[in-house]
């Protein structure tokens, strides 16, 4: 789950990890009284979207107007805040449709003396959380970690140990960071890793961690994601989700206790369990064709699941074919039979349907399907399936 930048940096404050003073508004009139509120000198007015690149994207159909304005007066502010609330935001991380800023954060402006990244993820395979920082500040870290890795320095760290003195000091160096802007780190670098840790993030990203005039560190920027599967241990965090911010269709999965991530392909899938779900997008793209989206209906799918699951996949335009694929373990084959069949009469199947079924109760099932007049091709194993569905929607 991700949050705003306002959000975020209010969870910052009270972890510890220093932020400037800023005020979230709704409408240009609220931005000019926080602007007054904050001191009425430099302040910045940030659109407020789930995505980064504000600084360089543009408002859809006014090329001058960027997501990040710094403004030195009340006028200022309030012609930012018009030009940004209720418009459509495009940069490099929205995609070409953009996305609505429906409020923007006002900050008091930074001194800014340096510019550096900082990135927290989940590295899999050291199994540890692993703390990133960079010189390279306020740059796209997906082209430093392409053209200069050298310049991204690395520390692993315990997450019940958190980030240790030596490791802030072995960062300093390689950063060039001496005197009170290390003593600043020696602070900050902690906080923000056990801040990680204490709300069960998936990643967080500090681009640009600024070293200000007077040898400070804050966060001028916030983008946090919280893994979902941990949610349930930070009820209050819950209350920052934005659902406007997320695709229509995977809020819907959710509520009917789906798994669906939506994807740029056309084969719709429809499986049980993540991990057989993996490895049916594998081998859709190993046949040559590409996945519409991942959807996990769960090991115990019921019949209203199944039918929520194929609304949504045939909802998506680009979807040109549905390969199921169910193991029945826990869920019988019968069932999801007669899932099958219970949704091409409320749905309707307007595109390719290949149905490969295996497991628990499966001769039955395949006896159902056979019999029942629903338009299929059925498949034998996963390699036929993919064949078929791949052919199908050529
Ligand atoms: P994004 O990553 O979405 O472009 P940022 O929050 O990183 O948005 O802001 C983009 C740039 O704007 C920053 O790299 C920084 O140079 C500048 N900036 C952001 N906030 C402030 C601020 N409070 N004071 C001065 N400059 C700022
Ligand atoms: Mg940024």
Partial sequence: ???????????FRQSGVPVLEGIMAKTP????????KLGGKIAVVKAQ???????KGTIKDNADQRGVVVCKSADEVRAAAAALIGKTLVTIQTGEEGKVV???????G????????????????????VLMVSTEGGVEIETVAEETPELIFKEHFDPAVGLEAFQVRKLCKKLGITGAAAKAASKFMPAICRFFVDFDCSMCEINPLVITGDEQMVALDAKIDFDSNALFRHKDLLELRDL????????????????????????GCLVNGAGLAMSTMDIIKYHGGQPANFLDVGGGANAQQVTEAFRILLSDPNCKGVLVNIFGGIARCTTIAS???????????????????EGTEVEEGR???????????????ITDAAEKIVAATK
Avoid at 1 to 11: T, V
Avoid at 244 to 258: K, T
Avoid at 367 to 381: G, N, Y
């Fill in 110 to 129: 930074c001194d800014i003396a340096r510019e550096l990244y900082l990135g927290i993820v989940v590295d899999r395979a050291a199994m540890k959380p």
């Fill in 49 to 55: 979207i789930h995505a980064g690149g504000r600084g």
């Fill in 367 to 381: 006896k159902m399907l056979a019999e029942s007049d629903v338009d299929i091709i059925t498949a034998t194993d």
């Fill in 244 to 267: 406007s911010e997320e695709e229509p269709s995977e809020v819907r999965a959710s509520e009917s206790g789906l798994s669906y991530v939506k994807l740029e392909g056309n084969i």
């Fill in 1 to 11: 789950m991700k949050i705003h930048e306002y959000q975020g940096k209010a969870l």
């Fill in 339 to 357: 899932a099958i069949i219970e949704a091409s009469k409320t749905v309707g199947f307007t595109v390719p349907l290949v149905v490969r079924l």
């Fill in 102 to 108: 429906n409020q923007i954060f006002v900050e008091a």
């Fill in 29 to 36: 009139d609220d931005a000019v009284a926080a602007y007054e």
